[in-house]
């Protein structure tokens, strides 16, 4: 019955050297208040036969002592631990890092730079399995919006709360290499990422990104960057008094330097010049990183206490109703 089983309150079960201690008190008084009365003979008696509630007079009393015995063990939580197992399968640990500035709101892409790279991130969140993800954004300054965690749904929760302007203005990609190689640097993964997406120049922060791959580099870090805007100008978008209106803005990103940090690193360079292609490049980055990794299963308990509390409470009501009914005594 018991095989297996192991109990959170454990202490709780000395209590149960009560329970025949309570019974032997009981049957000893009910033996002392025994009429003692001595016959010649018993042969009187051959042809009597007690009646039903005569047999069942200690009925009450087991039943307590069984019942507060059943309770007992409910206290003590009962618990059975599915076993663990080793299961493999794919994962890595990612940092993403997020462009955010004023230029991420041009309309090259649909609705803009800024939302299609979230749902396209959004996209490439919901179909991990095992993988610890953070989230990084970045513009003058950078800041972590989400630390590596598994519980993909706060993840992306957090990444809805996005948008322009939290942030002064500025782009500081060495900045935001600095935050993510920060989140990953003390990870025991076999494979740890940074994917960076920006649309513009490093022109602010206090380490360049060059500096900044070279640290990534140390710590077994590999960075992919993507550069994203399409080729010549992009339709930017400013209000006026008469509403929106739209300017045609030139397209400057630092390939150049995007190019020698994902060197460094041992990663690669990705442009996209529409929804299409940066869809294409995450799903690229997926495939290249696909580490086989062991993950051991956390033990499960399963609670087992309810059967032997129904069981007690039910033994107890039993009782309540027969010395309330049947078997009460009469004055």
């Not at 007079?57 to 015995?69: D, M, Q, S």
């Not at 598994?150 to 500025?170: P, Q």
């Not at 990183?289 to 309810?306: D, H, P």
Request: glycine residues 8%.
């Amino acid at each position: 019955m018991f095989e297996n089983v192991t109990f959170a309150y454990s202490f709780v079960l000395y209590f149960l050297v009560l329970i025949p201690i309570m019974l032997i008190w009981y049957f000893r008084k009910h033996k002392r208040n025994s009429s003692d009365i001595t016959f010649s003979s018993l042969k009187i008696f051959d042809n009597f036969s007690p009646s039903l509630r005569e047999r069942l007079v200690h009925l009450p009393t087991i039943l307590r002592a069984v019942g507060l015995a059943l309770l007992l063990v409910a206290l003590a939580r009962p618990q059975t631990f599915s076993s663990g197992e080793n299961v493999y399968t794919e994962g890595i640990d990612v940092a993403m890092l997020l462009d955010i500035s004023g230029s991420m709101l041009a309309e090259d892409f649909k609705p803009n730079r800024l939302e299609a790279a979230k749902l396209v991130i959004d996209d490439f969140v919901e179909g991990r399995t095992s993988d610890k993800i953070g989230l990084v954004v970045f513009a003058r300054e950078s800041f972590t919006q989400c630390p590596l965690t598994i519980d993909y749904n706060v993840l992306r929760g957090l990444l809805t709360e996005i948008e322009s302007g939290m942030i002064e203005d500025g782009t500081a990609i060495g900045t935001a290499i600095a935050n993510g190689v920060n989140r990953l640097k003390d990870s025991e993964a076999k494979s740890k990422i940074i994917i960076l997406l920006t649309d513009g120049v490093n022109n602010s922060g206090e380490i360049d990104p060059v500096t900044a791959s070279q640290i990534a580099e140390t710590f077994g870090i590999r960075i992919y960057t993507v550069g994203v805007g399409t080729q010549g100008q992009a339709p930017y978008p400013y209000q006026t008094p008469f509403g929106k209106r739209y300017q045609m803005v030139d397209v400057e990103i630092d390939e150049a330097i995007l190019k020698q940090v994902a060197e460094i690193t041992g990663g690669q360079y990705f442009r996209a010049t529409d929804n299409k292609k940066l869809l294409e490049i995450y799903n690229e980055i997926d495939k290249l990183e696909k580490t086989r990794v062991e993950i051991t299963s956390y033990r499960q308990a399963k609670e087992l206490f309810y059967g032997w509390l129904g069981s007690g409470l039910l033994l107890l009501f039993i009782e309540i109703g027969l010395i309330q009914t049947y078997l009460r005594r009469l004055p």
